[in-house]
């Protein structure tokens, strides 16, 4: 805590048992709940709604630029109802969504930000470092982002008082008194992180740096090596003053190809490459169905969450690497003519 609280300018940081904790936590901590509604992206890991629903208040859902991927900010002023209480931004493979627009929107409204950084530890935006500005933020230590604990999380607050009370909310509710006594007022929950799992985060941390310049070189690679022939949308480049951190590298299948998607990546899996999907559209998962929400309500988040692929860019690949994926790709697509 004391390591990422000086990383990030001094903000008290707290350690969670996952991202997820983290998102939840911060809710709580703004005392939001049933009756109050929170504006959020549907193209992200569900846990991002998930969570919303486990305070008892409503997911609102407004649909992603086609550019970045991100939330469309022009397009949430017109989901702000009086029961709007805070928004939830996602940083999609670590690309920031834009900070100013963000903080704009959010002051003339009133609104807190509970910024959904799990992929973007090390991003940057205009040289500030995400986690360093901003309202409450949320990061993941899952063992899939840039650096882990194994699992874990973490929330940086705006302040003693804050952490004092996420402290609290983190390890069911309690307050250690003087001369051994407790004391318990309110609900908390099971989320702190242990000691081993810190212990790795440490040596992971002194690390971040180099992790990020290796993905920022594998991704440019990507594009060096990619066969413009074969017609997927590459990732965004990133422009300032947005700087990811190459999370993922997440290029979408031709529009030809979208229902054969699962087909493309067996045959990248028969040539030992492994490919993921991050993320569909998760309005339309049954349970969200269920609450309303219909296809074709977010098009860009539909579009892009039925052909967007998830392909390998971790640390330990090289330059031979990439190429060897590039090549699995034209290969793949060939079979599936």
């Known amino acids: 805590e004391t390591a990422l609280t000086d990383r990030f300018g001094g903000r008290p940081v707290r350690l969670l048992n996952s991202g997820t904790a983290a998102l939840e936590l911060a809710l709580r901590l703004c005392g939001i709940g049933p009756g109050d509604e929170v504006i959020t992206t549907p193209l992200s890991w569900v846990a991002t709604a998930n969570v919303v629903l486990a305070v008892g208040a409503t997911p609102v859902f407004v649909d992603v630029d086609r550019q970045t991927r991100n939330i469309d900010l022009a397009r949430v002023e017109a989901a702000i109802t009086p029961r709007t209480r805070a928004l939830i931004p996602v940083d999609l493979a670590g690309l920031p969504v834009d900070r100013d627009r963000l903080a704009a929107l959010a ?29 409450l933020v949320c990061f993941s230590f899952h063992a899939n982002k840039n650096i882990t604990t194994s699992e874990g999380g973490c929330l940086v607050v705006n302040n003693d008082e804050e952490a004092s009370r996420l402290e609290r909310l983190r390890l069911q509710g309690v307050e250690r008194l003087a001369g051994g006594e407790m004391e318990v007022e309110s609900w908390g929950a099971k989320a702190n992180l242990t000691d081993v799992a810190a212990a790795i985060g440490l040596g992971q941390l002194r690390q971040a740096q180099d992790f990020t310049f290796a993905r920022r070189a594998l991704a440019e690679r990507y594009y060096a090596r990619w066969d413009p022939s074969l017609d997927f949308e590459l990732p965004p480049r990133q422009v300032a003053p947005a700087e990811g951190n190459w999370h993922m590298f997440q290029p979408l299948l031709p529009a ?11 045959a990248m899996r028969e040539q030992g490459i492994g490919v993921g999907v991050h993320y569909p559209a998760m309005h339309l998962f049954s349970m969200f169905r269920e609450r309303g929400w219909r296809r074709g309500d977010f098009p860009a988040a539909e579009d892009i969450g039925a052909r967007i692929l998830t392909l390998p860019l971790f640390p330990a690949m090289g330059p031979s690497d990439v190429d060897r994926v590039c090549q699995a790709v034209r290969a793949a697509v060939c079979a599936l003519r």
Not at 113 to 127: H, L, M, N, P, Y
Not at 256 to 266: E, H, P, V
């Open 107 to 135: 002051g003339k409204h009133r609104l807190r930000v509970i910024e959904d950084a799990a992929q973007s530890f090390g991003g940057r935006w205009a040289g500030r470092e995400i986690g360093s500005f901003g309202d």
């Open 256 to 266: 030809r190809l979208a229902n054969r998607r699962g087909d493309f990546i067996a």
